[in-house]
């Protein structure tokens, strides 16, 4: 069963950035998807941002122009490059992970495999 581990939180001024990075144990098959999701507290976990195996992403709108999201040429890492931060972005980011013949996008139940997540905090 493939791991997650998210990694790149951490605390910033607003207008900051940050990268987080998650890792898959393994490499993963030809088809997936995988996507960022944040939860702060006492709201429900909301996706951020995705991305299928051929690198098509997809954002919500409340990121974009601000975030990005990539995987490395190997396909083990997803990295999600956090620009021009507000702390309404204030929370715990979570990597998700779906294998086989899927479509971007940014629903909680498509997804099967999930990391621990890494805490991001953006101060006023």
């Known amino acids: 069963q493939v791991q997650l581990v998210e990694s790149g939180g951490g605390s910033v001024q607003a207008g900051g950035s940050l990268r987080l990075s998650c890792t898959a144990s393994q490499y993963m098959s030809n088809l997936y998807c995988m996507a960022w999701f944040r939860q702060a507290p006492g709201n429900e976990r909301e996706g951020v941002a995705g991305v299928d195996h051929r690198g098509l992403p997809r954002y919500a709108d409340f990121v974009k122009g601000r975030f990005t999201i990539s995987q490395d040429n190997a396909k083990t890492t997803l990295i999600l490059q956090m620009d021009s931060l507000k702390p309404e972005d204030t929370g715990m980011y979570y990597c998700?992970?779906?294998?086989?013949?899927?479509?971007?996008?940014?629903?909680?139940?498509?997804?099967?495999?999930w990391g621990q997540g890494t805490q991001v905090t953006v101060s006023a």
């Open positions: 998700a992970l779906v294998y086989g013949y899927c479509s971007v996008n940014l629903a909680r139940s498509y997804f099967d495999y």
